[in-house]
């Protein structure tokens, strides 16, 4: 079965730090996301990759970047965490790209705390 | 763009209570629609799918029917046990973009 790991569960950083989320899959899946999670929002989709070194915008990407050096690596970075970035971070992957009927693997989450 | 709307959580049953979890949806085309499950302390996962008007998906006792009349996909189950209890989510996707979720309805299910 797929594995998406990532690689804390809880995290808790101070405001302006610089913050790594790190999510490896292990079945040379071609396409990854990162989203958030929070109550009431459901989730919202901060970047997503469908190739090494290529990454695109999804509905929330201001405070974050990402990156993709390797096809089973795809990290969040928070140049500089804000209290309101505070959230369940999930990450996901896919074999294709998102057709119709396509299905998401998902990390177990990094709760988020910034101070 | 494209949304989906759940209903309001949280939703509190009795074990084998029959169960209803409302889902709508917008959306200018003819979508794919699914239900994703995030049990405690884990991940998401696939609950079931339907990708045309009037198919049903279906999986562990739990089935839903997509309705383009009434753009709506109703997550049922008959019988809840306490293996149950997560937090639900309805998503739809269209073409080759990417899934839009709804808010996620949170269920806890009483012994």
């Known amino acids: 079965d797929v594995k998406v790991t990532q690689s804390s569960r809880y995290l808790v950083k101070r405001t302006g730090e610089k913050v790594f989320l790190e999510c490896v899959q292990d079945?040379?899946?071609?396409?990854m996301f990162w989203y958030r999670q929070d109550p009431g929002l459901g989730l919202r989709l901060i970047y997503f990759?469908?190739?090494?070194?290529?990454?695109e915008k999804g509905d929330i990407p201001e405070g974050y970047s990402v990156s993709r050096e390797k096809k089973e690596r795809f990290s969040l970075i928070l140049e500089s965490a804000s209290t309101n970035q505070t959230s369940m971070y999930l990450c996901?992957?896919?074999?294709?790209?998102?057709?119709?009927?396509?299905?998401?693997?998902f990390g177990s989450g990094t709760q988020l705390s910034v101070l | 763009g494209d949304s989906v709307t759940q209903m309001e959580g949280p939703v509190t049953l009795s074990e084998e209570a029959f169960l209803t979890i409302n889902c709508t949806y917008t959306?200018?085309?003819?979508?794919?629609l699914f239900w994703y499950v995030q049990y405690p302390g884990e991940g998401l996962q696939l609950l079931l799918k339907?990708?045309?008007?009037?198919d049903k998906g279906s999986n562990k006792g739990f089935e839903a029917t997509y309705r383009k009349e009434t753009t709506s996909f109703h997550l049922e189950k008959g019988s809840v046990q306490v293996s149950d209890s997560a937090v639900y989510f309805c998503?739809?996707?269209?073409?080759?973009?990417?899934?839009?979720f709804g808010q996620g309805t949170r269920l806890t299910i009483n012994p």
């Open positions: 339907a990708t045309k008007a009037d």
């Open positions: 998503a739809l996707i269209q073409g080759a973009q990417k899934l839009v």
């Open positions: 959306a200018t085309g003819y979508p794919s």
């Open positions: 990759s469908y190739d090494v070194k290529m990454k």
């Open positions: 079945m040379d899946h071609e396409n």
């Open positions: 996901a992957s896919s074999l294709g790209r998102q057709g119709a009927g396509e299905k998401l693997f």
